[in-house]
């Protein structure tokens, strides 16, 4: 079956570091893969999409690259803050495109003054 | 309005009542979802409608759970004979269409269901 595999334990950085997170997976090629951020006691809200074919996506601060061959995403942010402290979530696309996703348990990373 | 709307925020039943959870997505958002969320875990998908048909409901666990869109706009969740681990926060989501290009969920704030 499909496994995603996120970090488990918290991530702690400092203010203004880079936090890479990561996002493996087995036994699927998916067509695109999602990230979100969630914040305790609130649903989930998307912050990227990158596709099979994409290599790497950037907007303002974040960055994902996708390696199809080793089946990983990795999630920058860069010029970390105390704001982005939060539960990241990386998401496969399991169907035809209609966002049957397969999530991970997520990353909580909690970024330090 | 302007984002994806749920109700009841929370609800608490007793084992083996029946409840109904509602969604209101986003004005002109064909595509609806609903997932649930464990503590500690992931959102995991349950079922998908594309207008008021549920296009694949694959991820209901058992047939306690049913959804229904009538109108192809609000969606109401409902469970039977409520079991304890039935226990989660049931999130509800909406996109534009479907297809690649399907992008990005919008989900609400959930609802969060104890079942005593």
């Known amino acids: 079956s499909q496994k995603i595999e996120q970090n488990s334990e918290a991530l702690n950085i400092q203010e203004g570091k880079t936090a890479t997170l990561t996002c493996n997976y087995t036994?699927?090629?998916?067509?695109?893969l999602q990230w979100y951020r969630q914040d305790p006691g609130r649903g989930p809200v998307f912050l990227l999409l990158i596709r099979e074919n994409e290599k790497e996506k950037r907007k303002e601060r974040l960055k994902v690259t996708f390696d199809t061959t080793l089946k990983q995403s990795l999630f920058h942010i860069t010029a970390s803050q105390p704001a982005d402290s939060a539960t990241y979530l990386c998401a496969l696309e399991r169907s035809g495109g209609y966002n049957k996703l397969i999530f991970g348990a997520g990353t909580r990373l909690a970024v330090h003054p | 309005g302007a984002g994806v709307s749920q109700t009841p925020s929370n609800k608490v039943t007793e084992k083996g009542k029946y409840v109904e959870l509602r969604c209101d997505p986003i004005?002109?958002?064909?595509?609806l979802y609903w997932y649930r969320q464990s503590l500690g875990q992931g959102p995991e998908f349950l079922i998908y409608?594309?207008?008021?048909?549920?296009?694949?409901d694959s991820g209901l666990p058992n047939d306690r759970f049913f959804a229904v869109r009538p109108e192809g706009s609000v969606s109401t969740l409902k469970i039977q004979r409520t079991e304890r681990g039935d226990s989660a926060v049931y999130l509800c989501?909406?996109?534009?269409?479907?297809?690649?290009?399907?992008?990005?969920?919008?989900f609400g704030e959930g609802s969060r269901l104890t079942v005593l």
């Open positions: 409608f594309q207008g008021t048909g549920a296009a694949d």
């Open positions: 036994n699927y090629s998916p067509a695109y």
């Open positions: 004005s002109g958002h064909t595509a």
């Open positions: 989501a909406s996109s534009t269409g479907q297809g690649i290009d399907a992008g990005e969920l919008f």
